[in-house]
């Protein structure tokens, strides 16, 4: 398997544009999970999925925010209108509740909001 | 709440010699997992060690082995024989089966040659 694939790498917009983040999550995998990484607030989940549902959101930031699940191998994450506080490192994740429980994550995007 | 403390914000070692990366959480569960994982430059968040707290014994991994304390709510992580591509940060989490996965802030971990 090629592991959780996340896309872009790196992105780079101006405040107030729209960015969208995605990812694919292990095959066969049922929870998908959306940290964001900053050297302040470290490593936050910011939603997670159980079969394609969103169980808790609670950790996104604002309703700037949102992600979808529209099928089990995508996931996106959208921020709009974007703002330089939401520069950070954008970390898509997948485990199988029934297989083992650790949580294998993509190669993240960095997002820099100017 | 869960959460997961990691108390060493920055930590070092010579090359070759052993250190031990500190973990608390914090919890009334009795079933739960813990994991270190390893986060080098590239940013690829990598697992060094899983435990489940249902077992006694420490988890190993070669070089990699656990001190976990379940009621004392400590999972110590310690490295033997430390290797330069050990320098990396270390992340301490804690997971209910099932549900999400919680982090510690994290330590920086420098090996000198």
């Known amino acids: 398997d090629a592991g959780v694939i996340q896309s872009p790498r790196h992105e780079v917009t101006e405040m107030g544009q729209e960015v969208t983040l995605r990812c694919k999550p292990i095959s066969g995998h049922d929870y998908l999970f959306w940290y964001r990484q900053t050297m302040m607030r470290g490593l936050e989940l910011l939603i997670y999925?159980?079969?394609?549902?969103?169980?808790?959101d609670s950790g996104m930031p604002e309703d700037r925010f949102s992600a979808k699940m529209p099928n089990a191998s995508f996931s996106t994450l959208k921020i709009q209108p974007s703002e330089p506080r939401d520069s950070a490192v954008y970390f898509c994740?997948?485990?199988?509740?029934?297989?083992?429980?650790?949580?294998?994550f993509g190669q993240g995007t960095r997002l820099t909001v100017v | 709440a869960q959460t997961v403390t990691q108390s060493q914000p920055e930590m070092s070692v010579q090359e070759a010699e052993t250190v031990t990366l500190s973990c608390t959480y914090d919890?009334?569960?009795?079933?739960?997992?813990l994991f270190w994982y390893k986060q080098p430059p590239s940013r690829q968040m990598i697992l060094v060690i899983r435990q489940e707290a249902y077992k006694q014994q420490n988890a190993t991994e070669n070089r990699f082995s656990v001190n976990f304390q379940k009621a004392a709510k400590s999972f110590s992580l310690k490295i033997s024989d430390s290797q330069l591509g050990d320098a990396a940060m270390y992340f301490c989490?804690?997971?209910?089966?099932?549900?999400?996965?919680?982090f510690g802030a994290g330590t920086r971990l420098t090996v000198k040659p």
């Open positions: 999925f159980n079969n394609n549902v969103p169980i808790d």
């Open positions: 994740a997948s485990s199988s509740g029934t297989l083992g429980t650790e949580a294998f």
């Open positions: 989490a804690y997971k209910l089966p099932a549900l999400d996965m919680r």
């Open positions: 919890t009334s569960e009795s079933d739960y997992y």
